[in-house]
T-cell receptor, first 112, second 114 residues
Framework: DQQVKQNSPSLSVQEGRISILNCDYT??????FLWYKKYPAEGPTFLIS?????DKNEDGRFTVFLNKSAKHLSLHIVPSQPGDSAVYFC???????????FGKGTLLTVNP | GAVVSQHPSRVICKSGTSVKIECRSL??????MFWYRQFPKQSLMLMAT?????????EQGVEKDKFLINHASLTLSTLTVTSAHPEDSSFYIC??????????FGPGTRLTVT
């Protein structure tokens, strides 16, 4: 049973527009959420995170929104740039062991 | 900051041999390191969690005798794939954390078993 779901395997947007990547989770024990960006044959790069005590966290062009009641989070990238094209993974954690549970990823393509 | 290296980046080995992959945190002391495996177009699957000086904790379904993990210091963890078979061919990624949830990932190791 997948505890972290990214239902859109791919997303295509125009340069300059907003990219919205979505993630749903089922485990109520998750209290920390992270987004990672990954290029092929490379390790993931940490982008931004959010604790369950917040509903929004912003860092430059990246904003993560958390809706605890819906068990849903989203990553907004604005404005989108061609260099943002990559696979984006949503990850969740809960408890003291710091283990992360990853979604399957969404391939974002930003077209010039 | 928060740089994690992995070595080698690529390795090809014959079936039945063992391969060691190193993971190092270069600019911080990693209290915990994690080993993941990724199949093509799939998510990262956690294999095991290792803490310095103690035995690794393996996820369900991961053979601990096949995937030996040693976390000898706060900056180094190794994964040894013993008696490798073609089905062990995969992309192996390590991550490290100092204190907290943010894990910093290495660049990965592509293992091909012929």
């Amino acid at each position: 049973d997948q505890q972290v779901k990214q239902n859109s395997p791919s997303l295509s947007v125009q340069e300059g527009r907003i990219s919205i990547l979505n993630c749903d989770y089922t485990n109520s024990m998750f209290d920390y959420f992270l987004w990672y960006k990954k290029y092929p044959a490379e390790g993931p790069t940490f982008l931004i995170s959010i604790s369950s005590i917040k509903d929004k966290n912003e860092d430059g062009r990246f904003t993560v929104f958390l809706n605890k009641s819906a068990k849903h989070l989203s990553l907004h990238i604005v404005p989108s740039q061609p260099g943002d094209s990559a696979v984006y993974f949503c990850a969740a954690s809960g408890g003291s062991n710091y283990k992360l549970t990853f979604g399957k990823g969404t391939l974002l393509t930003v077209n010039p | 900051g928060a740089v994690v290296s992995q070595h080698p980046s690529r390795v090809i080995c014959k079936s039945g041999t063992s391969v060691k992959i190193e993971c190092r945190s270069l600019d911080f002391q990693a209290t915990t390191m994690f080993w993941y495996r990724q199949f093509p177009k799939q998510s990262l699957m956690l294999m095991a969690t290792s803490n310095e000086g103690s035995k690794a904790t393996y996820e369900q379904g991961v053979e601990k005798d096949k995937f030996l993990i040693n976390h000898a210091s706060l900056t180094l963890s190794t994964l040894t794939v013993t008696s490798a078979h073609p089905e062990d061919s995969s992309f192996y990624i390590c991550s490290a954390t100092e204190l907290g949830y943010e894990q910093y990932f290495g660049p990965g190791t592509r293992l091909t078993v012929t």
